[in-house]
């Protein structure tokens, strides 16, 4: 190779890796928030939000709980409102009814095959099973309200129960096999292979840090908080604000790293990291993200009473 053309080819290299490490780090700086019938993209890079979209799928649209990433690159949402499953395009804004399941439907999580996604139906005692290319329901039967679900890396399950504890349940039938208190009402749950812990959002204003084989369960309180959705990844937590928007979280410095830009009805997170996160192709231009502007007064905190216990209207 001559010296003209090493030059010029290095050059060009470097070229490359300049453009391509912008393009790795957005993919793990958007985080996408469910709010009232609609999901937000909020960029934790510059700390701005944008409205990702509003699905429309008849029986399966108005007031959204959870939502996560499907192996096709979908968002599969939660209607709380239909007690139904949907899924949504962010390319084309296409959305789709995946299946009718059972009462408030709420927290999801994807099954370690990515075959199935399962549901906390979180006005009774079951969750739901759906597979994802014949959109068969099976039911499991912890027997208490469920909330938060995930999967640690072992395909172990485990669900926040009753309010008060998180619980190794069957994958298969839903039946407890272990618990540990929680008592500060639990809500959201993820878990984060880095650290190989588990996170439990707190409606007390917190988290619970909790080893998989259950054995304790650490409270950090957050004052003035109502922690809902959760997601992890390393030492960064992000929370969704009950009603408000996301919240940033750096376990390393025990501190708050960043709040969003208000986000109306915010209620739940998708994972940012493995299973159920967003692809790379996922992840909208910097260009597109619009500070939405919603304004942060006459802000109201709502309780679980008012918020997660109400049967909304659907579309």
Known sequence: MTGQF??????????????SIPTQARA???????????????????????????????????????????????????????????????STSASA????????????TLTPDQKNVLVSNAFN???????????????LTPGLRPDGLAFDAGGDLFAVLGLTEVAQINPTTGAIIKTISTPNEPDGLTF??????????SDGGGFYTVPTDLSSATFTSVPGRVFDGIASSGDLLYFVLRGQGGLLYDLSTSSVVETSPFISGADD??????????????V?????????????????????????????SCS
């Open 192 to 201: 984060d292979a880095s650290t190989g812990m588990l996170y439990v959002a």
């Open 284 to 312: 909208p231009e910097p260009a597109t993200l619009t500070l939405t502007a919603l304004g942060l007064a006459g802000v109201v905190r709502r309780s679980r009473r008012s918020f997660r216990y109400r049967r909304p």
């Open 269 to 282: 997170i998708a994972p940012v990291a493995g299973l159920g996160s967003p692809p790379p192709n996922a």
């Open 6 to 19: 090493k030059s010029a080819w290095t050059v060009l290299s470097v070229a490359i890796v300049l453009v």
């Open 97 to 108: 009814f995946l299946a009718s399941v059972g009462s408030g439907a709420a927290d999801m």
């Open 28 to 90: 793990t700086s958007i985080a996408y928030i469910t709010g009232g019938a609609s999901i937000y993209a909020w960029d934790t890079t510059t700390n701005t939000v944008s409205l990702a979209g509003t699905p429309s799928a008849a029986g399966a649209s108005g007031s959204l709980d959870s939502l996560i990433f499907g192996p096709t690159g979908d968002i599969i949402y939660s209607a709380i409102c239909c007690n139904s499953l949907g899924t949504f395009n962010l």
């Open 125 to 139: 005692t079951t969750i739901s099973q759906v597979n994802l290319s014949s959109h068969a329901v099976t039911t």
